[in-house]
């Protein structure tokens, strides 16, 4: 099911699901990036955003913009996909598997 974000303003943006077989790669990603900078979490996927010391509220924030970043790519995969990342603890460990396995 597509991920959907509406601002402020009433504008409607929209993360349609990744193909299994990864052949609407480059639209997905484009489409998550971009949602994902308007949700505030686009360093999630990039790294630039990187986990601050552990039991910090730095870290307890950082963990919650994970949850979503991560949030955004789960419920837009294939169930036979997310399979793959139920021991990954990033959402930039997720998003990095997925561009290896289907950038061209």
Known sequence: MPYEVELENGTGFRVDDLAFDGSNWTTYREELIYVAKLEGVVGQFDGTDAPPVVGTEAYQEWSFR???????????????LLINFYDTKTAQEIFTQLENRFSK
Do not use: G, H, Y
């Not at 994970?66 to 036979?80: E, Y």
């Open 66 to 80: 994970n949850s979503v970043a991560t949030m955004l790519v789960t419920f837009t995969i294939p169930d036979s």
